[in-house]
């Protein structure tokens, strides 16, 4: 038996070791009202995990989600922050610097799906998300194919963000301006086919999927973060159909946390060559092996902080199909 949380099943091998990992989350997974969860961010300081989990959540909702904000996603972006400030905030800025950068686009992950779909042949089935985050890139699958589109992730405070959607209709995400300064973003929204999504809680090596089940599956900047990357590619091939396509996504950024150095792959070249170690092996085992379609290439991938910081990306996409 899988216990089933606010919607999402929870599919993982280990259930007992993610439980206890992941239970207090589970049992924070309701919003504070915005003045008390100032408060609390404030007491509990900038590296507790209610205040690292906002801020990842802040970083993945811009970047999925930035472009339904009333500016198209481009607040005031590296200015200086909002005056009303709340305990926990940094100062506030002064003033815009005359050569201020300019701010991020989001919707990096959305442009980095269309780039791998261009390159897919057109699907009528159900497509997998792994690592699908906060869920745009589910939707934008459900509005591009008329199957069901499910997306999987092992991080509950993300993939709630998607959760709410399908439950609510409605986004809810904290937006980080400076330091611990947040502002709560909600919008009422409704993505076309959306009553063909569905998100879980599911291990990307471990898929809970009878094999030949998917026509697309899609890995986007994930690979990097699992701790056996063949695997991963493994477990894709398993779970399509013959013919089926795939895409792969992934600017290198390895941690030793998550992935044992010896297993990190060490570029464009170095992942091309592990798909097709993976494939010979497959084919000695006799089953399907995903072989490399058209040609891989870099796509630009911004992740944003806050008002005043952003990280860049080189992200190499890579997308196959299965003999």
């Known amino acids: 038996a899988y216990p089933i949380i606010d919607g999402a099943p929870i599919l993982v091998p280990d259930l007992a070791g993610w439980l206890a990992a992941n239970g207090h989350l589970l049992l924070q997974r309701h919003e504070l009202p915005d003045p008390v969860e100032a408060v609390v961010a404030a007491a509990l300081g900038p590296d507790a995990a209610f205040n690292v ?4 959540q802040a970083s993945y909702a811009y970047d999925h989600y930035g472009d339904l904000e009333e500016d198209g996603g481009t607040p005031a972006a590296f200015g200086p922050p909002p005056g009303n400030f709340t305990p926990g905030n940094s100062a506030p800025g002064s003033s815009v610097p005359e050569n201020s950068p300019t701010p991020p686009q989001p919707g990096a992950v959305r442009r980095t799906l269309a780039a791998a779909l261009a390159q897919l042949p057109a699907t009528t089935g159900p497509v997998l998300d792994i690592g699908c985050a906060v869920g745009r890139t589910a939707f934008d699958l459900a509005a591009a194919s008329p199957g069901l589109v499910l997306g999987l992730d092992l991080n509950w405070p993300l993939l709630a963000i998607g959760r709410g959607i399908l439950d609510r209709a409605l986004l809810s995400y904290p937006h980080r301006r400076l330091g611990m300064h947040f502002e709560r973003r909600r919008h009422a929204v409704s993505f076309p086919g959306g009553e063909r999504v569905d998100f879980w809680i599911a291990d990307a090596l471990a898929l809970p999927f009878r094999g030949q089940t998917f026509d697309l599956a899609m890995a986007l900047n994930v690979i990097d973060c699992v701790s056996a990357p063949p695997r991963l590619i493994a477990e894709m091939a398993r779970v399509l159909k013959p013919g089926g396509g795939a895409a792969i996504a992934t600017p290198f ?4 946390q998550v992935t044992p150095p010896a297993a990190w792959v060490g570029g ?18 006799g089953v399907g092996a995903l072989v490399q379609t058209g040609p891989a290439r870099d796509l630009d991938w911004h992740v944003r902080l806050h008002d005043r910081a ?7 996409l890579l997308t196959a199909s299965l003999d």
């Open 253 to 256: 950024d390895w941690s030793s």
């Open 310 to 316: 952003a990280m860049h990306y080189a992200v190499h």
């Open 53 to 56: 989990i906002r801020t990842q």
């Open 268 to 285: 464009p070249a170095a992942l091309e060559t592990l798909l097709a170690e993976v494939a010979a092996q497959a084919r000695q085992a």
